[in-house]
């Protein structure tokens, strides 16, 4: 089975305990690292607190019972349930419309102007570019497809 639709499985569990419990999901990804597989699943609160260890434990004690009755995983893996963190890797359109005016980090594949890591305030995110404004209030405009990864600024 693929990856996207073990998400899609796995998303579809979800969708109304989380809510019903205060709480919405991040992301879902199912991966291979090293020899090992890993169903993580990212959840938030709904009422802004932090995610605690005990809502980590009562979502992954359902959803564990919930892979176990439907068994739509075939290989052996690992199932982490967490907070996406301070600084949450941005990646779809609702994330990017929530935090639009924040700092962040971009990661890029190919360097521009010979920095592959850029930071500043998020601006509109389309399906082409990324805007992007810097500390001089210089706004840059980043194709889509050269950006790695969009991650909030961890600001102490």
Known sequence: MSKKKITEIVCGMLETFLPENGFSLWDCEYVKEGPDRY????????????????????????????????????????????SP???RELSKPEHFAAYRG????VRLY???????????ILGEVTEDTVSLTGEGGEE???PRKDVAKIRLTVIF
């Open 110 to 120: 190919r360097p521009l102007n010979g920095e592959k890591e850029l930071t500043g």
């Open 85 to 87: 963190g301070l600084d």
């Open 102 to 105: 924040e700092q962040v980090d």
């Open 140 to 142: 840059t405009l980043l």
């Open 39 to 82: 169903l993580r699943v990212y959840i938030d609160r709904t009422d802004g607190a932090y995610i605690s260890t005990d809502d980590c434990e009562l979502v992954s004690r359902f959803l564990d019972e919930r892979l176990d009755e439907e068994d739509p995983i075939p290989e052996n893996y690992i199932l982490e349930v967490s």
